[in-house]
């Protein structure tokens, strides 16, 4: 069974581009969450979605982030006009149903020049 | 919001040693998550505990659930070399299954 996978792992682009951030989640997982990690801190919860839906996006900024899932393929993380302070490591991670446990993926590294 | 404090921050180990580590929070969770991060990975799933009180053990690892719910503790017992890494706690309320993440303890090994 393949686990979570994201790409790209490593992402470069400058101030104002837009970084995309693609996740498959594990095999029959239909539910995918968001987290960044910020250099020596732990992981901050983004979003949740499930199939098509947006379950709890308490986590995002409010601009210029954006994230879906849609009925086929992967979900995307979609960040616009990156600045800076946006270089982070995001995980998704990916669960049969709401309760069940997480499992994470290996990561993207974006760094904004 | 939410914050789970965990302690140490950082930790020097000896080969053979035992290792102790918590969270603490100031509000209850539920669900208490124990996972392991190494360079360049994701966080690898260590230990998952469900009721206030449990034990629970994953090999050389412990992991408790405290009783008013908001702590836990992780024990490493007869250290290796390979539990170098960072550890980090997670807290999950029942509604919504996102996780509140600790700061980790990063665990090295003695000079």
């Known amino acids: 069974n393949a686990g979570v996978m994201q790409n790209p792992r490593h992402l470069v682009r400058r101030r104002g581009q837009e970084a995309r951030l693609r996740c498959s989640p594990m095999?029959?997982?239909?539910?995918v969450y968001w987290y960044r990690q910020l250099p020596e801190e732990g992981l901050k919860f983004m979003v949740y979605?499930?199939?098509?839906?947006?379950?709890?996006e308490s986590g995002m900024p409010k601009e210029r982030f954006s994230a879906e899932f849609p009925k086929e393929g992967p979900s995307i993380l979609r960040i616009q006009q990156v600045v800076r302070g946006d270089s982070a490591a995001y995980f998704c991670?990916?669960?049969?149903?709401?309760?069940?446990?997480?499992?994470f993926g290996p990561g993207t590294r974006l760094t904004v020049l | 919001g939410q914050q789970l404090n965990q302690s140490p921050q950082s930790m020097f180990i000896q080969e053979g040693e035992d290792v102790s580590m918590n969270c603490t929070s100031s509000?209850?969770?539920?669900?208490w998550l124990w996972y392991k991060q190494d360079p360049g990975e994701g966080p690898v799933l260590l230990i998952a505990l469900y009721k206030a009180g449990e034990l629970t053990s994953n090999g050389r690892l412990t992991a408790q659930f405290g009783i008013t719910r908001k702590d836990s503790f992780l024990n490493i017992s007869a250290s290796i070399p390979s539990d170098v890494g960072i550890y980090f706690c997670?807290?999950?309320?029942?509604?919504?299954?996102?996780?509140?993440f600790g700061g980790g303890t990063r665990v090295l090994v003695k000079p």
């Open positions: 991670a990916s669960s049969p149903n709401s309760r069940d446990t997480q499992y």
């Open positions: 509000s209850i969770f539920n669900t």
């Open positions: 095999k029959g997982h239909s539910h």
């Open positions: 997670a807290g999950r309320r029942d509604a919504g299954n996102k996780l509140t």
């Open positions: 979605l499930q199939k098509e839906n947006i379950i709890d």
